[in-house]
């Protein structure tokens, strides 16, 4: 071979494009550092600790790859993998990506992360001045950062890869009504790529979850984890199966005592083990090599068992994979334990999506007005408290010549009973007043009055807290009609910690249920061109409506002589029949949209009633779950664990002491 000709050869090698690494080859060569400032893991990122996660690190540089769909829990390392990812596209793949994450604040940490572990692992960085939250310059490679709530930020920009993170948290403003929108504008960003790689991670939230549905569409990957015993795959779940063959098995037992009554926490963190399909027993100690010995298969794959063979084709344009908190440090008994507690302060749909990583489906269904008030007919009349309630709350719904206000009382696991019920109307002339008239009958026919206890057969007793009559502790009042009048009502009432204005707000966190903010001014404009301003400021819990919605539909379909259940007055049918008509009369009805799928929506079966009484018992409930949670040492809904000595410890509002007058006689 010539000189020439050996020249020719190695000029011609050097323009055959580069063979990309293996994602997982690329990691494990590359020993990815991390920043202590930032990441909680110590020493090099390790895959084979964490070998689910090498599925989809392949499919980021597999080239048929179009999108992949990561369903999971909390605490499961998803963030720090999409850092992984970008790091590996900058170094062997590199062209203009965007990130959407669901606000400015999270932007500003994605960015920090991902600058702190570009640095640490030698990738050029621009200096601190030059940073911003629109976009991110690591190496050769440019990211743009956006967020639904900015969405000149989803256009202009094209994209090879769009990588979106929490999805199922995107706010929903006037310009993103559905956090689809979000979604939609971001999946323009790749028209222009014939290859392009669109990512989607977030834990499922209840009901409406958007990364359930995605993650349904795709091959459905699942870590088929391998017994340390008898050496069957299978996929690590939580439930056991209930039926067949296996009933009992595939799934974390031992929380429970042989009679079917759960354990406390501490027991089921003690005892609960996995149960495998065979029944092999596998602890907490061998929990890891059952987890790090299995394998990830897709929809249509099986695996021999002896042979550790692979059959079956996988899609692999549409990859989707699911984690929970098994593919995490926490133990059988730790998931037990969470699970325990969840049963216990009624807090499941929280544990199927931060531990579970599953979308909560709630079982109840809105009843017909008869049957609720026959059904969930307690024992007192109106005006009366069951002896089980430990405290009231009342909610009101403001209307433009009418405010509607309900009472509840409430105990044990979130078991609550209907006390009292108003329509207070609104009197002509009252315009010039500076409290209206309908607000102003709340303080004497609500706030000055002190219900008395009884027991089953109707005779005056005491509560756990050792009280004969007690009155409301905390109003939740609509702010969002009126709310000027609200503002000068409330003020009106002085230094006062038992009522606070409330809004719905589709946005809030639906695992947080609620946030609490002052606003100093109106947001829009009156007719000359001004903003109402309130002053001393008022404070408004924000709530997301629909988490108390689904909570009371479930409540309403639980079984009556069970904690938990929702309770109306003996009588309701015969003198509260337009409450009960009211409660009842937005359901949510399956919706069929465009695109084929069906969706849920709330609509009114009668509309000439309204559902006042309906939100009105939303805010109640949303009240007493700010008193719950304020309780000192975070009981949640175990009433065991509730402070009855001093009257101020069930005051949740202000920080000063509260006299007991304000709520006890």
């Given at each position: ?71 999971s ?107 689809g ?23 499922p ?44 098995l ?17 027991q089921?963190r ?78 499941l ?9 599953l ?10 007005w ?13 005006g ?47 315009d ?6 309908d ?17 089953p ?23 969002n ?33 609620y ?29 997301n ?5 689904v ?17 109306v ?25 465009k ?71």
């Amino acid at each position: 071979m010539t000189a020439m000709t050996r020249l020719r050869n190695m000029t011609a090698d050097g323009f055959l494009p580069r063979k990309a690494e293996d994602p997982a080859e690329w990691a494990t060569r590359r020993r990815i550092r991390f920043n202590e400032d930032h990441e909680a893991s110590r020493g090099p990122y390790d895959l084979a600790a964490r070998p689910w996660w090498a599925y989809p690190l392949r499919a980021i540089g597999n080239a048929l790859t179009r999108f992949i769909r990561l369903k999971s829990s909390t605490q499961v390392g998803k963030t720090l993998f999409l850092l992984i990812a970008l790091l590996y596209l900058c170094e062997n793949a590199p062209a203009t990506a965007m990130v959407v994450v669901p606000d400015r604040i999270a932007a500003q940490e994605f960015s920090e992360r991902l600058y702190s572990l570009a640095e640490e692992n030698g990738i050029t960085t621009p200096p601190i001045w030059r940073r911003n939250t629109k976009r991110i310059d690591i190496g050769d490679m440019r990211i743009w950062l956006a967020w639904p709530r900015s969405p000149n930020t989803l256009r202009g920009k094209r994209c090879k890869y769009v990588f979106r993170t929490e999805i199922d948290v995107f706010p929903k403003t006037k310009k993103t009504k559905e956090a689809g929108n979000a979604i939609e504008a971001s999946n323009r960003r790749v028209k222009a790529f014939r290859r392009y790689l669109i990512l989607d991670e977030s834990t499922p939230v209840a009901e409406s979850s958007e990364i359930d549905k995605l993650e349904s569409d795709s091959n459905q990957a699942r870590w088929f984890a391998k017994c340390p015993h008898c050496g069957k795959h299978q996929i690590a779940r939580f439930f056991t199966y209930k039926e067949g063959d296996r009933a009992g098995l595939g799934g974390v037992t031992g929380f429970r005592h042989e009679s079917g009554a759960m354990k406390s926490a501490e027991q089921a963190r003690r005892d609960s083990y996995y149960a495998c399909v065979n029944g092999c027993k596998i602890t907490n100690e061998e929990k890891d090599e059952f987890m790090i010995g299995g394998v990830m298969l897709a929809k249509g794959q099986s695996i021999d068992d002896d042979t550790g063979e692979i059959t079956g084709e996988a899609d692999d344009r549409i990859v989707g994979v699911h984690l929970w908190a098994a593919h995490s440090h926490d133990s059988w008994g730790d998931i037990a334990a969470e699970y325990v507690v969840a049963l216990r302060d009624n807090t499941l749909a929280d544990f199927f999506q931060n531990t579970l990583g599953l979308q909560f489906q709630h079982t109840g269904k809105m009843p017909e007005w008869q049957e609720l008030g026959q059904r969930m007919a307690g024992y007192h009349v109106r005006g009366k408290v069951p002896r089980e309630a430990w405290f009231l709350t009342a909610g009101g719904d403001v209307q433009d010549r009418e405010v509607y206000v309900t009472v509840r009382a409430w105990g044990d696991r979130r078991t609550s009973w209907l006390v009292d019920w108003f329509v207070f109307d609104r009197e002509d002339g009252d315009d010039g007043a500076l409290v209206k008239s309908d607000l102003a009958q709340i303080n004497k026919a609500v706030l000055a009055r002190r219900y008395p206890i009884i027991g089953p057969d109707g005779v005056r007793c005491n509560n756990p807290r050792g009280r004969d009559r007690i009155g409301v502790a905390l109003m939740a009042i609509d702010s969002n009609h009126r709310t000027l009048d609200v503002h000068n009502w409330i003020k009106s009432l002085g230094k006062t910690n038992r009522v606070i204005a409330c809004r719905g707000e589709a946005h809030v966190d639906p695992s947080k249920k609620y946030q609490i903010n002052t606003v100093q001014e109106s947001q829009r404009t009156d007719g000359d061109g001004k903003k109402t301003q309130y002053t001393g400021g008022l404070t408004i819990m924000n709530i997301n409506p629909e988490v108390f919605r689904v909570d009371i539909e479930d409540r309403m379909a639980a079984d009556p002589h069970q904690p938990g259940a929702w309770m109306v007055t003996s009588d309701c049918i015969d003198i509260g029949s337009f409450f009960l008509k009211q409660v009842v009369n937005e359901p949510r009805l399956p919706i069929k949209g465009k695109d084929g799928r069906v969706k849920f929506e709330r609509k009114e079966r009668d509309t000439t009633i309204g559902h006042d009484f309906w939100d009105t018992s939303v805010y109640e409930s949303a009240a007493a779950q700010r008193m719950v949670d304020d309780f000192p040492g975070s009981p949640g809904w175990d009433a065991s664990r509730w402070p009855k000595g001093e009257t101020n410890q069930l005051a949740t509002v202000a920080s000063e002491k509260m006299i007991s007058r304000d709520f006890d006689e």
